[in-house]
């Protein structure tokens, strides 16, 4: 019997890539999965990769995260497949070569990265109860990306590879403030850098963005090895009750002081909140 034997997991980004490879090994662990994907013949693919492997009835909800009456539908749909959630993991991302807006009128790699996963945990913290675990998938890229609070939707300026960093440094900085707001809770969330991964991540932004992330792909971890940090932290024991920390490969590690910085991380969440227009409580 698997360590998971049972428990609701939902996990967003799920139809390819790291999200795949994640919801593959949750599933061998007896996770009930309820997964959240944006592309209509991957979410296929991979319902029909975890049948066959034997999966407790996994479930695929389409949902695309550069929308955010999207994700408040998509929470709708959740709750009629669900009362309880054990484990939610924010894992779905993006990245666009040049600067585009999303129909809300949002930077949209700020957006499907910060503020939609923002938006759903709040929409679904009245289902996570004692135990439950958050998992955000953040990565080492933050580091590229200190936050600009006057200009979130970089206006000013535009460097693909900087604002994927900023988005990421967001998901550090939301996670230690929901981790401070949930203390007491019995609920836990941390983030996670799941490696240079080679994914489809930031495909479909031209020909020559594409073919230098397929090169650049060559010599990065497989998405099974990616998968690794966001499975332990669903997983294990050690870390029950460990909440607002960083991990690395399955061990905690120090983010950049840009990311860890609780008066940034407080104006974040107003502002967060602000732009999704809902409070949390």
């Known amino acids: ?9 939902i996990l967003t980004g799920a139809s390819s890539g790291i999200g795949r490879a994640t919801a593959i090994g949750l599933a061998r ?5 309820l997964l959240v994907g944006r592309t209509p013949k991957r979410c296929h693919d991979t319902l029909a990769i975890l049948r066959a492997s034997g999966a407790n009835n996994p479930q695929m909800l389409e949902a695309d995260f550069s929308r955010l009456n999207a994700v408040r539908k998509l929470v709708d749909e959740l709750k009629t497949r669900t009362s ?8 779905a991302a993006t990245v666009s070569a040049s600067r585009q807006l999303t129909p809300d009128g949002y930077e949209m790699t700020f957006a499907v ?15 996570l109860g004692e135990g439950a675990r958050v998992i955000n998938v953040a990565s080492e890229a933050h580091r590229w990306g200190a936050l600009d609070l006057d200009d979130l939707h970089n206006k000013k300026r535009y460097g693909a590879m900087r604002v994927y960093g900023q988005s990421k440094s967001a ?8 981790a401070r707001r949930l203390t007491g809770s019995g ?12 994914t489809n991540l930031g495909r479909g932004n031209g020909f020559a963005f594409d073919l230098l992330q397929r090169f650049v792909g060559l010599f990065m971890k497989s998405p099974e090895r990616g998968a690794k940090s966001s499975i332990y932290l669903a997983t294990a024991q050690d870390v029950k ?16 002081s840009h990311a860890t910085d609780p008066v940034t991380a407080q104006r974040l969440w107003q ?5 999704v227009g809902f409070h949390y409580l």
């Open 1 to 9: 019997m698997g360590t998971l034997q049972d428990k609701v997991v």
């Open 29 to 33: 662990e007896g996770a009930q999965l």
């Open 84 to 91: 309880k959630i054990d484990i939610l993991i924010n894992n």
């Open 113 to 127: 990265n910060h503020l939609s996963p923002f938006l759903l945990t709040g929409l679904l913290l009245p289902l």
């Open 171 to 178: 998901n550090i900085l939301w996670n230690q403030e929901l």
């Open 187 to 198: 609920v836990t969330a941390n983030s996670l850098h799941p490696g240079a991964i080679s």
């Open 241 to 256: 009750g460990v909440s607002g920390r960083y991990f690395d490969n399955c061990h905690e590690r120090e983010p950049a």
């Open 271 to 275: 502002l967060s909140e602000e732009l």
